[in-house]
């Protein structure tokens, strides 16, 4: 089994190339690459998790107190990135990670085109199913053109929202296919990807190889967990030492797991930030951290169900996972 587990640097500039560019490259070379393959019902399937705006250090295996075992689990088994960058802004990465191709090339007004194809339209033409399960984003302000949706690009399934963010619990043009859709009671938007992702696999492993892009929106703002979820009170006692006190203790986990290189510092805090001891209302920021952590706990959750489905299906050695933000 191949996993990647990347970290992304959405602020770092001036060195490297965009990671986000090569992976469709990446993917279809482990493809060709891959001997012994006699059919189209013996090639690899391939999962690629999408998470949004997600600082790299928010997980267990880059430092972070947040629990995410799951993922932490496809670091220990497979490949962890320490170097990995993007475009810095959503849609952009986006359009690079599905084309190979510099955004610039491929958007136009935020727009999707037709200058570039996509994974999932080559993959398909290859004898692959394309499923796709949470966020689009690429259609510009064109809400209801169904030209600049999934279903046009390459995507046999999807479920989902088109627009790039948006409430968790409600959220708006959320849709199966091309049919737009009303979020039940209950509803949360993790949930919801996560409960897709795992029906689609189920179906999709008994009839050939599969790849699947599953877009969580979490945990981009707003900042949204059910009420009934204990991991807020739980990280709530976590935060009270305040941001200052838990980078110190981020960084120190990331120098004993070899994230970062022994020989470096931590660098400032941000000066828009006061110290801890100055900011003016503590409990508002502990709440607001804690949301934000649970958010991550809980998609890390999601994570693990679509890999026990993997296995639960027998398909999960030969499938390839890479997860990134």
Known sequence: MNIATPQSHPHKRGHGFDATILFPAMILTFL??????????????????????????????????????????????????????????????????????????????????????????????????????????????????????????????????ILGAGSFFKPYTLQRGYERITPGTDFYYTDAITDDAVAAISQAATRGPFFHYVCFTAPHWPMHIPDDDPAVEKYKQIYRVGWDTIRIHRFKRQLELGVVPQQFALSPRDGRVVPWQEDRDTEWQVHRMAVYAAMVERMDRGVGRILSELKTQKVFDNTLVLFLS
Request: hydrophobic share 35%; glycine share 10%.
């Open 32 to 161: 060709f690459l891959n001997t012994g393959v006699s059919s189209a019902v013996d090639r690899p399937n391939i999962v690629v998790i999408v998470v949004d705006d997600m600082g790299y250090s928010d997980l267990g295996c880059y430092g972070s107190e947040i629990a995410t075992p799951h993922i932490d689990a496809l670091a220990a088994g497979g490949v962890r990135f320490t170097q990995f960058y993007n475009t810095a802004k959503c849609f952009t990465t986006r359009a690079s990670l599905l084309t190979g191709l510099y955004h610039q090339q491929v958007l136009n007004e935020k727009i999707l085109n037709r200058k570039g194809a996509t994974i999932a339209e080559v993959l398909r033409n290859s004898g692959y199913q394309t499923l796709m399960s949470g966020k689009w984003h690429l259609n510009g302000g064109q809400l209801d053109n169904p030209e600049f949706q999934p279903p046009s690009r390459g995507f046999d399934h999807f479920f989902g929202t």
